[in-house]
């Protein structure tokens, strides 16, 4: 009857495959992770019209990955024919962003807060802020509408959340509607951002290849010793 023995090439190869397990465990738990930022194009919003047309811009993005955590930023300005050129009721926009059949409303209208000069939406909205553009309506002292600067959480229905899981790739609509009033407004820029999840399929496939290749060789050299 053979009995294994312990012997120092049978130490040196059991550091080995200790110190290549972990290196195959760190691989495969950090492949396609990390933050993704990805701006869409500029363009003229609303419809200046007053029966609230909905008007989408796209971005369509291979970036492969899977959404852990996503934020929308958004830039509006007045355009040409605002109110006494500064007028940005973004108070009566529904604002939606959409992917892969699942849509989120970041803002939805409410009642117009009157004449709005000077103001400016530059808004990243993320699930993890402390407030919506209502409660930054309903807080201010109107008119004038309030500066909408900084992060805010969606107050439409739904959460950003709601695309965690899914695929980074394929195309994003951003929809806007107008509620009131006949204004353009220009989106200046926007973008969506993020973290992408882990672990990736392919590291932990090669985790476990890794794996049954070295518990496979250390029962061949336990049987031959």
């Given at each position: 009857m053979k009995t294994s023995r312990f012997t120092p090439s049978t130490l040196v190869l059991r550091l080995a495959e200790t110190a290549l397990v972990l290196v195959l465990a760190t691989f495969a738990a950090t492949t396609q992770a990390g933050v993704f930022s990805i701006a869409g194009a500029a363009g003229m919003l609303a419809d200046a019209n007053p029966v609230g047309l909905p008007n989408t811009i796209s971005l369509t993005t291979a970036e492969t990955g899977i959404i852990a955590d996503?934020?929308?930023s958004i830039e509006l300005v007045p355009g040409p024919n605002a109110f006494l050129g500064n007028d940005l009721p973004w108070d009566d926009l529904d604002i939606l962003i959409s992917h892969n059949g699942v849509t989120v409303s970041l803002h939805e209208s409410q009642t117009s807060a009157g004449p709005n000069s000077d103001v400016l939406?530059?808004?990243t909205f993320d699930d993890e802020a402390g407030t919506t553009l209502?409660?930054?309506i309903f807080a201010a002292s109107f008119p004038p509408l309030p500066n909408a600067i900084g992060s805010f959480a969606p107050?439409?229905?739904g959460a950003l959340s709601d695309f965690d899981g899914m695929s980074l790739a394929g195309t994003w609509d951003l929809t806007f509607i107008e509620n009131c009033c006949s204004?353009?407004?220009i989106l200046n820029s926007w973008s969506i951002s993020g973290m992408t999840a882990v672990p990736a399929p392919g590291g932990l496939m090669?985790?476990?290849i890794g794996l049954i290749g070295l518990r496979a060789r250390s029962h061949r050299n336990t049987i031959g010793h």
């Open positions: 996503l934020n929308v939406f530059d808004v209502v409660d930054l107050d439409g229905g204004e353009e407004t090669l985790l476990v």
